[in-house]
């Protein structure tokens, strides 16, 4: 899921958001990277949440 090929990146985030991820992580089987990755993946962007309306508009 998380290797595509690209590099890996840093990313600053607070002790406190980092013992969250990495609990996750963990309680999953995974890595913070891993985790990081699914949780970027479930949400979605401006234009799929537009796509998405005017979907349903269309359907009603």
Do not use: F, Y
């Not at 963990?26 to 949440?49: D, H, K, N, S």
């Amino acid at each position: 899921m998380c290797d595509r090929g690209m590099a890996d990146a840093t990313i600053k985030v607070s002790p406190d958001t980092r013992d969250r991820l990495a609990a996750l992580a963990a309680a999953r089987g995974t890595t913070i990277g891993a985790q990081v990755a699914l949780l970027v993946e479930q949400q979605p962007t401006a234009e799929q949440i537009a796509e998405r309306v005017a979907e349903g508009r269309r359907l009603l």
